[in-house]
T-cell receptor, first 118, second 112 residues
Framework: NAGVTQTPKFRVLKTGQSMTLLCAQDMNHEYMYWYRQDPGMGLRLIHYSVGEGTTAKGEVPDGYNVSRLKKQNFLLGLESAAPSQTSVYFC?????????????????FGPGTRLTVL | GENVEQHPSTLSVQEGDSAVIKCTYSDSASNYFPWYKQELGKGPQLIIDIRSNVGEKKDQRIAVTLNKTAKHFSLHITETQPEDSAVYFCAAHRRGTYKYIFGTGTRLKVLA
């Protein structure tokens, strides 16, 4: 299994340009997440999805949109990039909590996309 | 709001020494506490986790302890090696929900 994959690995944009980051997972996980990582600030949740066709806002959603048309894919879009969106973006997935005592929804991360907005 | 405090932000140890990283969480309903290791240019990788019904868990040179009363949990790495150098993140999670609350990370340097 490839786990969680992200494309592209690196991207440079000019202010105002748009782009889409793709996340794919082959673990049949229900939950998927997009985080951004900035120096000294840890991981901040942008948007998340609890299943195919659903999305919800996280901690820092402004300037981003997402879609989950297929269970295995979670797309993050920047409609008009700004320098403040320069960051490393991580996608993650986790399984649905089954309700059994031994069930925990461990989270697995992709390798990241380094985005620079000039 | 919910948060996780992680200390120290940087830690340097001599090879062979032990390293301890501590986290404190605010949501008393949290019941799952993973630790991630992030190497340069890579995504966070789960290295060990602990559930609220357990006080300690070990896996070779790494161990995690949990004090539910004090809402503290810690990562212990013994006999450190240069390949342990990385950024380590703790997180707190309430089982059955989507949300993970992450600490701000500890940069561990193991000096040869």
């Amino acid at each position: 299994n490839a786990g969680v994959t992200q494309t592209p690995k690196f991207r440079v944009l000019k202010t105002g340009q748009s782009m889409t980051l793709l996340c794919a997972q082959d673990m049949n996980h229900e939950y998927m997440y997009w985080y951004r990582q900035d120096p000294g600030m840890g991981l901040r949740l942008i948007h998340y999805s609890v299943g195919e066709g659903t999305t919800a806002k996280g901690e820092v959603p402004d300037g981003y949109n997402v879609s989950r048309l297929k269970k295995q894919n979670f797309l993050l879009g920047l409609e008009s990039a700004a320098p403040s969106q320069t960051s490393v973006y991580f996608c993650a997935s986790s399984p649905l909590f089954s309700g059994t005592p031994s069930s925990y929804n461990e989270q697995f991360f992709g390798p990241g996309t380094r985005l620079t907005v000039l | 709001g919910e948060n996780v405090e992680q200390h120290p932000s940087t830690l340097s140890v001599q090879e062979g020494d032990s390293a301890v990283i501590k986290c404190t969480y605010s949501d008393s309903a949290s019941n799952y506490f993973p630790w991630y290791k992030q190497e340069l240019g890579k995504g966070p990788q789960l290295i060990i986790d602990i559930r609220s019904n357990v006080g300690e868990k070990k896996d070779q040179r790494i161990a995690v302890t949990l004090n539910k009363t004090a809402k503290h949990f810690s990562l212990h790495i013994t006999e450190t090696q240069p390949e342990d150098s990385a950024v380590y993140f703790c997180a707190a999670h309430r089982r059955g929900t989507y949300k993970y609350i992450f600490g701000t990370g500890t940069r561990l340097k193991v000096l040869a």
